[in-house]
């Protein structure tokens, strides 16, 4: 089931609106097939490794990352698949959320005869894909923030300047996240203060870009910034905020970043900003199912504020700042006391190169 988790993690950022699912025909100790799931419309992983297996699958073993597939999509059932196969065993990491096949793989392949046994290395798989749970339940995208700071909390000096508050194994480690999620997002500020051109740089083949998403309320966003420059297998939207009656100013400004090759996504205005649930909701409907978030402190805020954010990743660098005036990676309402701090359940801690990473989620509200 590990190998099959990793193998499942080579589809992630690649198979929206499907799951990234792994799969490992074993007979006795020996790997007779293996496979994973490259992209929507192509065939699942259970399907690769069963034709790599051939005839070997025969009375062997099949591990699968999420229950295999039991009904009509772009591809035939994998259930079908198995059965035919003459798998004797099918062991499957956690059940899937999709109404349409949710708890029907165990029903089908028992009452062919086929022994089915489900939740091995549960937590494992279900993390692997969270994002694709959240988009099935809600049509939401999974929202990660990712933020780089200091021990003391910064993420700049006072003038701004950041590169670079981590070390090179941690900013690998990004463009890793980058690549395997559907969009990487950030405010206009960053584009402005930081010039990022956003694309995945891990010189591995087949690796590619996540689409560029900048918050951007009136269309304030250089035309010869680098994300739109930059030669990229992926597209860069802007969000603008609808403008107002008579805002010729901020039209114009939208049509001369479509010039410089951007895709200008409308969204209502709330509270002087981009309704950011509203371009979650959109992104969604794009079949984005993971977002990425690298900044600024504001977009940042907003998002914590309406409660928006599935995941928090904290680098921490051994550096200390030590100036009240230096950035911090958050600005936000104030916080009249600590009952009202945004709680976070710290689920790993490790260490990346010379800092330290910490993923955590948010509480449930009470």
């Known amino acids: 089931m590990k190998r099959a988790l990793e193998l499942a993690e080579r589809g992630l950022g690649r198979t929206s609106p499907n799951p990234a699912v792994g799969a490992v025909v074993v007979a006795g100790d020996e790997v007779m097939g293996q496979g994973f799931h490259r992209s929507a419309g192509e065939p699942h992983a259970e399907i690769i490794a069963l034709q790599q297996a051939g005839e070997q699958a025969r009375g062997a073993e099949m591990y699968i990352t999420l229950e295999p597939c039991s009904t009509y999509g772009r591809t035939p059932p994998c259930t079908d698949a198995i059965i035919a196969s003459g798998i004797s065993r099918v ?3 956690c059940e899937d959320c999709d109404p349409a096949n949710a708890g029907r793989a165990a029903q089908i392949l028992s009452a062919a005869g086929i022994e089915t046994v489900a939740g091995l290395l549960q937590e494992e798989a279900r993390e692997l894909n969270e994002a694709y749970f959240k988009h099935k339940q809600t049509g939401y995208p999974f929202v990660t923030v990712k933020l780089a700071c200091t021990l003391d909390g910064k993420i700049a000096t006072r003038s701004g300047q950041a590169r670079w508050i981590t070390g090179k194994e941690a900013r690998e480690f990004v463009h890793i996240l980058r690549d395997r999620s559907d969009a990487v997002m950030v405010g206009r500020a960053t584009v402005e203060a930081d010039d990022p051109a956003l694309t995945t740089r891990i010189g591995r083949p087949g690796s590619r870009d996540a689409v560029r998403v900048v918050v951007d309320t009136y269309a304030r966003t250089p035309p010869t910034a680098q994300v739109l420059r930059v030669e990229s297998n992926a597209p860069c ?3 603008v905020a609808e403008p107002k009656v008579g805002d010729d100013k901020t039209q114009r400004r939208a049509a001369k970043l479509e010039r410089a090759g951007a895709q200008i996504i409308w969204v209502p205005e709330k509270e002087g900003k981009v309704d950011l649930r509203e371009l979650l909701r959109q992104l969604g409907e794009r079949n984005l199912m993971s977002v990425l978030v690298e900044g600024g402190a504001q977009l940042v805020g907003g998002l914590l504020e309406e409660q928006l954010i599935d995941k928090f990743l904290f680098f921490y660098a051994p550096k200390i700042l030590g100036d009240d005036r230096a950035l ?12 009202d701090a945004h709680s976070v359940h710290i689920h ?11 993923t955590a989620y948010p509480c449930s509200p009470d």
């Open 328 to 339: 911090s990676p958050i600005k936000g309402r104030p916080v009249p006391n600590l009952a």
């Open 237 to 239: 939207l802007i969000a």
């Open 91 to 93: 062991v499957y990491a």
């Open 348 to 358: 790993r801690v490790e260490q990346i190169g010379a800092d330290i990473l910490v």
